[in-house]
């Protein structure tokens, strides 16, 4: 039996006001919404316990720079992992749809749906350790291909509660061409929900956007709750967008127009309604 430990990471702010300012990516994966980064490590079930396991890199990161998630994914099909995360074939766009099921985890109708799902060299299905049952992976150059699968998991699958997480390799983000090799250019919908740290700084942040990402009329709506502004950015470049996610680059916590104004933002990337109707 093969585990793998899913490490989801938030960057932390310290008491002063700095964000973590380490030159060096958290993680092999930069991840778009609530959580900044992942890791994915490789355990076999013989080494320790899968609850060692799971506790392992939460303590491993209790160092005040960034707060860990941990999940376990458990699979009998040890060839299979092998082969999806092997590099023979470089997919950088990695989908995570984490569910909790209605149907019983062991029924021969339910194991047989996620074989089905694992012939397919750029899926794989394992049952989860967590308050979810399944977590399933699909690894694609379009962000509409993995945006349609996790629609059609609903089809598959009798499912309480799922969400997906949308994350890019940090190597794939080296430079535009390297993006625009390796990832379909597709438009998109972004939505930046920012806590803000300086007001006076978001109109220069607004126009310094417009113009790394070329396009017009991105709109700064004041919000109440968890964050203070919605920044609604039309029909963006994927390529485009993913390049300002580079550790330093506008997007990211270590850059530093982005310390003066915001202490946190969370990315919403939706298909562009202007081509999907």
């Not at 006001?17 to 778009?32: A, D, I, R, T």
């Not at 699958?157 to 250019?185: C, H, P, W």
């Amino acid at each position: 039996m093969i585990i793998r430990r899913i490490q989801l990471k938030n960057n932390l702010y310290m008491d002063n006001g700095q964000v973590n300012n380490k030159s060096e990516p958290l993680g092999e994966y930069c991840v778009f919404g609530y959580f900044d980064a992942m890791n994915i490590s490789q355990k076999y079930e013989g080494q320790e316990g899968a609850w060692e396991i799971l506790s392992e890199g939460v303590i491993d990161e209790m160092d005040g720079s960034c707060a860990v998630r941990s999940l376990l994914c458990v699979s009998k099909d040890q060839e299979k992992d092998a082969a999806f995360w092997g590099d023979e074939v470089v997919l950088p766009l990695l989908f995570i749809s984490i569910i909790r099921l209605k149907e019983p985890i062991d029924s021969s109708d339910l194991i047989g749906r996620m074989d089905t799902l694992n012939q397919s060299d750029d899926k794989m299905a394992y049952f989860s350790y967590e308050h979810s049952e399944l977590i399933v992976f699909m690894k694609t150059k379009s962000y509409s291909d993995g945006y349609s699968f996790s629609q059609k998991l609903h089809e598959s699958f009798q499912i309480y509660k799922m969400y997906t997480i949308f994350s890019v390799k940090e190597a794939a983000l080296e430079s535009y061409d390297v993006i625009e090799r390796g990832i379909i250019n597709e438009r998109v919908d972004c939505r930046l929900r920012a806590i803000v740290k300086d007001w006076s700084l978001v109109s220069e942040m607004k126009e310094k956007l417009e113009n790394a990402l070329e396009v017009s009329g991105i709109s700064a709506r004041r919000m109440l709750g968890n964050t203070d502004v919605l920044l609604e950015i039309n029909n963006v470049s994927l390529p485009k967008l993913l390049v300002h996610y580079k550790m330093n680059e506008l997007l990211t916590h270590s850059n530093p127009e982005y310390q003066r104004a915001f202490y946190n933002v969370e990315t919403e990337i939706l298909l562009a309604e202007a081509e999907n109707g």
